[in-house]
């Protein structure tokens, strides 16, 4: 359940890539304006996520959760009825505050559910709903703003809230034991390991490459679908599935060869397919193809990165997830200005090239970061 609540809390964040347009046609803004909601959503998530975990560290688990998805529901429920694009940017920062509060406590309640060697599959488990979002849940909203309008999207997206709200009230236990650092300082207190922090910039700049595409989804591939929402919700539904399995298939390589390896091998992967972008957006069959070739590669960092985090610190596993958590919604608000940066500056087709720069510079982070794990923590 801890999972699906996440699933839900990511069809928020990811759905709206899909319906750029249509907002934008809607409230009046360039598709470029529009998808700076997507930046405030996500940089919202970051900033907040470890304040507000801290100022509930001494609350029951369970009613922090509940008060997360509470508010979670409350922004989206304002963004349904904005009447406003600067309405809509506020109501997503509300909801962006209960995003960043779910994260990290649905982590550390995860790994305190579960005996101390499954802690890891736990953690694995509420992360992988953010993959399920886009395999489902962002498809699904796609569609649904295609047919009957944005706003009909962000309804779909406060009734898996409201589905989350029941099932964490009913199934997670009133009382959890989960000690949580007390203060801010110790929550960030892993940042000051240089090994931590190699890892985490390998994050950051791999996972900006990852969503610069995905972010104008709906602009990058619009020559192959004709501004058809049935046909994006299919090339994001195709991406979702591919990027699930390549982040399974990932997990169990990590496991046999290390996640630096796979990381490695998937930033080559991504950074071949983000060269070959432009020559496949005209056609909707290789628009098609090219996202299934892109999907193998674009999610198969998510679980090396974690196995590297939790090998380099395991008692910290559930710390160490969250601040990986801020960074991925760091890198989410990253892609969206830098994409409205570029198509401004060279146009849609030009973001699959800037990104593959970026995952190039990640590949280079990542081996710095694997010299640094053979040395000491700083």
């Known amino acids: 359940m801890l999972g699906f609540a996440t699933f839900a809390i990511g069809t928020d964040e990811f759905v709206l890539a899909g319906v750029l347009p249509e907002m934008g046609r ?7 304006t529009a998808g700076q909601v997507v930046t405030v959503f996500a940089l919202t998530c970051a900033v907040l996520a470890p304040v507000l975990a801290t100022a509930t560290a001494r609350r029951a688990r369970r009613a922090v959760l509940l008060l997360a998805v509470a508010v979670h529901l409350l922004g989206n ?7 406003t694009f600067a309405t809509v940017l506020a109501a997503q920062m509300v909801a962006a505050a209960g995003a960043g509060l779910f994260v990290p406590t649905a982590a550390v309640t995860a ?26 849940g962002a498809p699904i909203g796609t569609a649904l703003g295609g047919w009957l ?19 964490v009230r009913l199934l997670v236990p009133a009382r959890v034991a989960a000690p949580a650092p007390e203060g801010l300082r110790a929550r960030l207190a892993p940042l000051r390991d240089r090994r931590v922090l190699a890892v985490l910039a390998t994050t950051l700049v791999g996972f900006t490459a990852i969503y610069l595409p995905y972010t104008y989804i709906a ?3 619009e020559p192959a679908t004709g501004g058809s929402g049935d046909r994006l919700a299919v090339l994001m539904f195709t ?75 395991p008692a910290s596993a559930s710390v160490l997830v969250s601040l990986n958590a801020a960074i991925l919604y760091l890198a989410i608000a990253m892609s969206g200005a830098v994409g409205a940066l570029g198509i401004g500056w060279a146009g849609a087709r030009a973001l699959p090239l800037i990104a593959a720069g ?12 694997h010299r640094m794990s053979r040395s000491p923590a700083a």
Do not use: C, K
């Open 239 to 313: 991406l979702g599935v591919v990027g699930t399995l390549g982040n399974i298939a990932a997990g169990r390589l990590a496991d046999r060869f290390g996640g630096r390896a796979v990381v490695a091998l998937a930033l080559l992967w991504m950074t071949g397919a983000l060269l070959l972008f432009p020559l496949t957006t005209g056609a909707y069959t290789s628009a098609l193809l090219m996202i299934v070739v892109y999907g193998v590669a674009a999610f198969a960092i998510t679980s090396p990165q974690q196995h590297r985090l939790i090998t380099l610190d």
């Open 77 to 83: 429920v304002a963004t349904a009825l904005a009447p």
């Open 111 to 136: 790994a305190a559910l579960v005996a101390p060697e499954r802690r890891g599959r736990a953690i694995a488990a509420v992360t992988t709903g953010f993959t399920a979002a886009t395999a489902l």
């Open 358 to 369: 970026l995952a190039v510079a990640a590949l280079l982070l990542s081996e710095w970061g």
């Open 219 to 221: 602009v990058v591939f």
């Open 26 to 32: 809607d409230l009046g803004v360039s598709v470029t």
């Open 149 to 167: 309008g944005w706003r009909s999207t962000m309804w779909f997206v406060a009734a898996l809230s409201v589905l989350g709200l029941i099932g």
